[in-house]
């Protein structure tokens, strides 16, 4: 099993900047695609960002493209995202998540078997 923990959620004003951390336990990190996903009162969960296992490959929604940076350290057991130009359309509760590598990055939820708990991001305009 995967423990996944989120941190650097918070409050910031529109136009400010977060960077978002998931620490992965164990040792098998390195497997796994990467995503985070947001989900705001009201919607469904949506994929924000992906990176598959090697880092090279990416996906990121068009709502957050030229904005969020999704970056992996597998040394760390880490992944990133890096939130600039926030708006107040971006307050969610962010989620980490790991899925298996597949030949096609996975957008839909149901794509990945870990899950951190969350951690709110709250922008204010």
């Known amino acids: 099993q995967v423990q996944l923990v989120e941190s650097g959620g918070g409050l910031v004003q529109a136009g400010g900047s977060l960077r978002l951390s998931c620490a992965a336990s164990?040792?098998?990190?390195?497997?796994?695609?990467m995503g985070w996903f947001r989900q705001a009162p009201g919607k469904e969960r949506e994929l924000v960002a992906a990176?598959?296992?090697?880092?090279?490959?990416?996906y990121s929604a068009d709502s957050v493209k030229g904005r969020f940076t999704i970056s992996r350290d597998n040394a760390k057991n880490t992944v990133y995202l890096q939130m600039n130009s926030l708006k107040p359309e971006d307050t969610a509760v962010y989620f980490c998540?790991?899925?298996?590598?597949?030949?096609?990055?996975?957008?839909?939820?149901?794509?990945?078997?870990?899950w951190g708990q969350g951690t709110q991001v709250t922008v204010s305009s």
């Open positions: 990176i598959r296992r090697s880092g090279g490959s990416t």
């Open positions: 998540a790991a899925g298996e590598t597949t030949l096609v990055v996975v957008t839909t939820p149901r794509g990945y078997d870990y």
């Open positions: 164990g040792r098998t990190f390195s497997r796994y695609t």
